[in-house]
């Protein structure tokens, strides 16, 4: 991992990439993901998050490819599922897809569809799954079950501050009914209970965006990276570890970076 240092402050910082879309005949977003890697090999954020919808039809092929042409990223990187990815109605299921991502990700050696890994001793980043096992919808909800185990891991660690990342966003980017999240009362609920939420960043809509809730947690959600320009979002986080008293303290940077 690479820290900075920077007046007196800390800084963590890490790239999302969303909405690939992959499949193995669209050569030019093979080539633009190539051009992905090199791009962070320049910024050398601390980690990555595919933030969904990684291939655009769930096939054994296509994710295998979509792996392949990540596999040079040479800094730790993270799969979220989208959509797309995996469904047992017409396409892979998930484990099929996770056992792929593991096969190929030293980072994610286990077939888990959510899970949280810790970039340092302040944060901790948690992937959640927001997509049914059975079909494809456009419509993510967050299970009880996941919403329980995150309650649960906020409550166990009050003094670390967290960054969710799951394929819909909670608050949208814009107002469009048929992509959104159902059913958000218990896990809004959840979220109210804590006060170390961070930032929860998303994809699906296609559509960069970056607003702050009333308890001071950013929503970000970021474009899709199919889509020309080729482009995927640096988060620069700065904080100072020693005053640090809530996540309004800390200042959340966002850029956009084509590839």
Request: aromatic residues 12%.
């Given at each position: ?76 990187y993270y799969i979220v599922l989208g959509k797309n990815d995996a469904h047992k109605l017409s396409g892979i299921e998930k484990d099929i897809y996770l056992d ?100 929860i960043s998303s994809g699906h809509y296609h559509q960069e965006a970056t607003q702050t809730d009333e308890r001071g947690v950013r929503h970000i959600s970021a ?37």
């Amino acid at each position: 991992m690479l820290f900075y240092s920077c007046a007196n402050a800390d800084v963590l910082e890490f790239a999302q990439v969303s909405d690939t879309h992959y499949t193995l005949e669209n050569t030019v977003l093979d080539r633009y993901l190539y051009f992905l890697s090199l791009s962070l090999k320049k910024q050398n954020p601390d980690f990555v998050v595919f933030l969904g919808d990684n291939v655009d039809k769930s096939k054994e092929e296509n994710v295998i490819g979509f792996m392949r042409a990540i596999h040079s990223i040479n800094t730790p990187y993270y799969i979220v599922l989208g959509k797309n990815d995996a469904h047992k109605l017409s396409g892979i299921e998930k484990d099929i897809y996770l056992d792929i991502v593991t096969t190929f990700n030293r980072n994610q050696r286990e077939k888990d569809k959510y899970y949280y890994f810790k970039p340092n001793s302040k944060f901790i980043c948690v992937v959640l799954d927001d997509n049914p096992d059975f079909a494809p919808s456009k419509h993510g909800e967050i299970p009880d079950e996941q919403i329980e185990w995150l309650d649960k891991l906020l409550t166990k660690y009050p003094n670390k501050l967290f960054l969710i990342f799951h394929h819909s966003p909670l608050v949208p980017p814009r107002v469009e009914y048929k992509l959104s999240m159902i059913n958000t009362e218990k896990y809004s609920a959840m979220l109210q209970k804590h006060d170390n939420v961070l930032l929860i960043s998303s994809g699906h809509y296609h559509q960069e965006a970056t607003q702050t809730d009333e308890r001071g947690v950013r929503h970000i959600s970021a474009p899709a990276f199919k889509d020309i320009p080729h482009s995927y979002q640096m988060i620069k986080i700065i904080y100072d570890e020693k005053t640090l008293k809530s996540p309004k303290d800390i200042e959340v940077i966002v850029t956009k970076v084509k590839v």
